[in-house]
């Protein structure tokens, strides 16, 4: 099949379409973040468990995503946004009726699923389909239709719980669901031909079992130490990584198509880089959830007041996302991801510095800091990331950075929520000065990979300058 890349109305709503059910993933889930100590009053359930309404969805995120590069190759684009809008919309429906835990997980599960499905499908889209020369100002749009979600996520999950409880934010996303199952089934296009090729189910199987090992064992350090069912999760998680990775290289070598080609993993400059995306990541849904459960136990702020704390830090992000586009389609990547990179450490140490005394305005000049950061580095980090590798390992590129993005976001909220919870658990007598403490470990966790962050970003471009010189030198030879 030949397909003409064109900038035309179906491929910008096709964009938008899928970009929907993005953004309405993570509206549901900051808003839900907000939610939290509503919903472990009503459930009777603890802190570590709660996240996992959060953690849950992003679980089912990075198992389901290392399957677009099959599910691509093997179903119609349009086909594939229909089922995941339909996941996504009955997913909602059920998290608006549940009467207990159990099926608000499940519904948040489906959610799950469904933009497991259209998150690496908008970004193939992109690069499959948007001309060459406006591919960074596209990913930046497809940046800022995620990136606003956060900006409106927390503060109307605050608003709506004030007013109407919790299951009204269900409720609320359904029409514009509604909009985006209507406009994906007339706008999506194919640009690429079907081919069928066996299923990698065992792999598959390999990574939700190591995946979900490494959340459940990061959910079991909220006891506040190392348990033996802690250790045995995270052994689990390395042996089936381990499993996985070798199932992979048999495949390879046998010439079959694996569910991800591992080969990707020899390009040090795009796994560099996938590193700096996944502790991006880390650290934003980590700040997602200690931001306002703090504001809420410690400094009393009611749900609305907590969410809007992160309101104008992604007004700003998202105002950068298509600048920063821009800025890469003109300078390239170094000068935009490093800076950002800066504006994420200089947040952090702000945080770090300020929390002992922090209010609500404190709190929010900090996260603008860490907000303009993020809207400068993360869609380039992506756009550069892919760049480095050829064309026929792009879409394998696209689902590692989105499945390690997932993973490391859920980890991220688990990983903050045990440490809130460890100190809980320590402290029984002060909940509100025991959640305090945490909170402050987990932001000078932050920090250390904040700067890790940085350093993996600068070494991504020196590994990358290191290889086009060898390279120029073999072309002169």
């Known amino acids: 099949m030949q397909f003409e890349r064109r900038l035309d109305g179906k491929l910008i709503f096709s964009i938008i379409a899928a970009g929907i059910l993005s953004f309405t993933g993570v509206v549901i889930e900051t808003a839900m ?4 100590p509503s919903l472990m009053k009503e459930f009777s359930v603890s802190t570590s468990l709660v996240q996992w309404i959060t953690t849950g969805y992003l679980l089912v995120l990075a198992v389901v995503i290392p399957l677009s590069g099959y599910l691509k190759e093997r179903f119609p684009m349009k086909k594939l946004f229909l089922t995941a809008a339909g996941l996504f919309i009955l997913g909602t429906l059920l998290g608006a009726w549940s009467p207990d835990f159990l099926l608000l997980l499940l519904g948040r599960l489906l959610q799950g699923a469904g933009t497991g499905i259209a998150l690496p499908l908008m970004f193939n889209i992109i690069m499959e389909q ?12 497809g940046m800022l239709v995620c990136a606003l979600a956060p900006a409106v996520g927390p503060s109307i999950g605050g608003y709506i719980v004030s ?17 985006s199952f209507v406009l994906g089934g007339l706008s999506v296009r194919q640009s690429l031909d079907i081919r069928i090729r066996p299923f990698d189910a065992g792999g598959l199987l390999y990574l939700a079992i190591s995946f ?44 079959e198509r694996p569910l ?43 749900a609305f007041a907590a969410g809007c704390i992160l309101l104008p830090g992604c007004i700003l992000g998202a105002l950068f996302a298509p600048v920063s586009g821009r800025i890469y389609d003109r300078f390239g990547a170094k000068r935009p991801v490093l800076l950002g990179s800066a504006f994420l450490i200089f947040s952090l140490i702000l945080f770090n510095s300020t929390l002992s005394s922090a209010s609500t305005w404190v709190l929010t000049v900090c996260y603008l800091f860490f907000a303009a950061g993020q809207g400068l580095s993360v869609g380039n980090i992506l756009t550069y990331s892919l760049s480095v590798l050829n064309q026929s ?37 002060g909940f509100a000065d025991a959640t305090a403490k945490g909170t402050a470990e987990a932001f000078l966790v932050l920090l250390i990979l904040g700067v890790l962050q940085f350093l993996s970003l600068f ?13 120029t030198i073999g072309d002169r030879r």
């Open 33 to 36: 973040n907000v939610t939290f």
């Open 130 to 141: 948007a001309p060459l020369d406006r591919l960074g100002v596209m990913v930046g749009a």
């Open 163 to 179: 007013l109407f409880g919790w299951r009204m934010i269900f409720w609320a996303v359904l029409p514009l669901l509604l909009v």
């Open 212 to 255: 979900t090992c490494l959340l459940m064992g990061c959910t079991e350090l909220g006891h506040g130490k190392l348990t033996l069912m802690a250790a045995v999760l995270f052994a689990g998680f390395l042996l089936a990584l381990l499993l996985f990775r070798e199932r992979e290289r048999k495949l390879i070598e046998k010439g």
């Open 260 to 302: 991800l080609n591992i080969r990707v993993l020899g390009n040090r400059p795009f796994v560099l880089g996938a590193l700096g995306l996944s502790l991006l990541q880390f650290i934003c849904l980590a700040l997602g959830f200690l931001i306002p459960n703090f504001s809420q136990i410690v400094t009393g702020e009611n």
């Open 393 to 429: 390992m792009k879409p394998d590129g696209n689902a590692i950075c989105n499945t390690a993005q997932q993973l490391s976001g859920a980890v991220g909220t688990a990983v903050a929520a045990a440490i809130v919870s460890a100190a809980q658990t320590a402290h029984p007598e």
């Open 459 to 471: 070494s991504s471009f020196r590994k990358e300058k290191r290889v086009e010189r060898r390279e």
